[in-house]
Each structure stands twice: as C-alpha cells, then as structure tokens.
C-alpha cells in the first residue's frame, strides 16, 4: 500500500502510535513519519602497528606485534541502534542512535620453525575491543545493535605440516577466551558482569587437513572442522543452562585438477556427511508452537556441491 511507505509508524483509531510487525491494524492510517531518515556519521582515526622477526637459528624464528584498527558501525548497525525501536530484519535506514567505532588493540608473540621433518607455528594473542558492538535481542525476532563497551580475547594458535612425497597433512588448533570487560544490562533485563564469556564465539577449534597429489594436475583433499559448543545470543549473563548451541564437526572434500599451466578445475564437497548442526541461536526464547521456553538454533548450510574454473593469464 503506497500510503503507509512513508510511514515509520502508524496510528490505529486514535488510540496512539503503535508498532505491528504482523500487518496493518484494522483501521489504520499512516504517517506521519516520526523517525528522520537522515543520518550524519563521520569515522576517523590513526592506527599504528609495530612488530618485529628474530631468527634464533636457522630453524626457530619468533614474531611479535602490536597493533590498532578500526571497524566503522556499518550502515546496518547505525540503521538499527535505537533501544525504543527494535528491528527484525535491519533493512530500512533509519536516523538511529549514533554508534561509536570499535577500535582493537592487539599484542601478539609467537614462533615458527622446522621440528625434524615437521613444520610448526604457535602464538599467543590479547585483544582489546573497545566500544565493541553487540546485537541486543529483545524478543524472538526483534533487537538492536549497541555499544556494549570493552571486551577481550586471549587465545593461542598451533599449527603443524608436513609434506611427505604426494601427501601433505596438517593440524591446527585453536582456543581463546573471548569475555565482557564492561557490566551492562541487556534489553531483556538480564545483568551481564565482568568476565562472563561472550555469545557465539566456540571456545575451542580443531582444524585437520589431507591433501594427496594423484598426478602432477589431480590432487584430492579433505578437511575436518571440529569446533566446540557456544554460548546463545540472550545468555550474555552465562545464566541460562539450556542457553548453548552444541559443538559440532563438519568434514569438507575437495577436487583441483589443472589443465596446462593457466587453467584450473575445482569441486568442493561441503559438509561431506550432510550432518545437522547450528552455528548460531537465540536463548530464552518462547516457541510460538508449544508456547514453551526453549533455544532457538538456525540450521547450518546442509551437503552442498561447489564448483569453480579459474584461468590465470600469467602462467
């Protein structure tokens, strides 16, 4: 209805400007609109970096670093920063809030070398997420995104190769502890302190690969991803015992075969044994089926066939 495009919001018989994510009430008429679509943002700042290689020998080398970067609110985020008038599907650009950027500070040390007829890498890292933005659910479908002030990671990274004749295999492994700095309150009351861990981030992350060259232009691979479980948006309190998503491991398959020097032919198997499992999901929500309190889990994408063909024309 081209009347009620203009509209923000609308008014039902009088009784006041009301919001109605399922359709227009009977009886309403549009506008006027009360949220401007005019917003104004401007994003500026220096970020320094500083690291340094040192070779011990010729087979052990350290790394190091520190670094600044900023991330700008993006254009979805600033659509949908105001607390009093949650979103579904952030869509519409709206004058919203202003959101401050978020700014990372991030140390870094760590080594890489030869172990025998073993590659290695490890490192440890911090980062410091200032004026980090957090996506507040305040129901099953609506929510916005606010500052939420400091959060940090602290994680550590492992990697080893090898390559013997036509076969290569490596491992990584990952953890980090991503948690809140700053107390806040969510917009479903709930209280989240200091040190209560952070929504969506797994704890821990296994990464294995093979690859075996059949020929010089046929090599085939596979990849197993094993990740742990994850705290549910609505459970930043860590509160709720049913507020996780649980772990889950995917195995992906893959073809490269290269014709000449400049042509190339790739088929990748995604989630290999078509298994179920979630990557993200919403706690403490209300199932509009059984009216129960229950988690709400997105399926993740099933058994899937890519293919791609690449030619580079400098071979």
């Given amino acids: 209805n081209p009347d009620y495009v203009p509209a923000f919001r609308y008014s039902n018989g009088g009784a006041g400007a009301i919001l109605a994510p399922n359709g227009i009430p009977a009886d309403a008429v549009a506008g006027p609109e009360s949220n401007s679509l005019e917003g104004s943002h401007h994003y ?24 600044e970067a900023m991330r700008a609110p993006t254009s979805i985020e600033l659509s949908c920063a105001d607390p009093n008038n949650p979103c579904a599907l952030p869509t519409g650009f709206n004058g919203d809030p202003h959101l401050e950027p978020v700014v990372a500070r991030t140390i870094e040390l760590g080594g890489r070398g030869k172990l025998g007829p073993l590659d290695w890498n490890a490192a440890l890292y911090r980062s ?27 994680g550590m990274e492992l990697g080893l190769q090898q390559q013997w004749r036509h076969l290569f295999l490596s491992a990584e492994v990952g953890h980090v502890a991503a948690r809140y700095q700053t107390p806040f309150t969510s917009a479903a009351g ?58 889950y491991s995917v195995l992906n398959l893959d073809l490269n075969y290269r014709i000449g020097t400049s042509f190339r032919f790739a088929v990748q198997l995604v989630n290999a044994l078509d298994r179920r499992y979630s990557t993200y999901g919403l706690a403490g929500m209300t199932s509009i089926y059984s009216l129960v309190n229950q988690p709400f889990l997105t399926p993740a994408a099933p058994r899937a066939v890519r293919v791609s063909m690449s030619l580079s024309l400098d071979p």
């Fill in 44 to 67: 500026r700042r220096f970020n320094p970096a500083l690291g340094f290689t040192y070779d011990l020998r010729q087979e052990v080398g350290l790394f190091g670093g520190y670094s």
């Fill in 128 to 154: 410091r997420v200032g004026n980090d933005i957090q996506f507040i659910a305040t129901s099953n479908s609506y929510g916005y995104f606010a500052n939420v002030g400091d959060t940090e990671r602290r």
């Fill in 190 to 247: 709930v209280a989240v302190d200091r040190g209560d861990r952070i929504p969506g981030i797994p704890s821990s992350t296994v990464k294995l690969r093979a690859a075996y060259a059949v020929g010089p232009a046929l090599k085939l691979g596979g990849t197993l991803v094993v990740a742990s479980s994850q705290l549910l948006h609505g459970n930043e309190g860590n509160d709720l015992p049913s507020g996780k998503a649980p772990g």
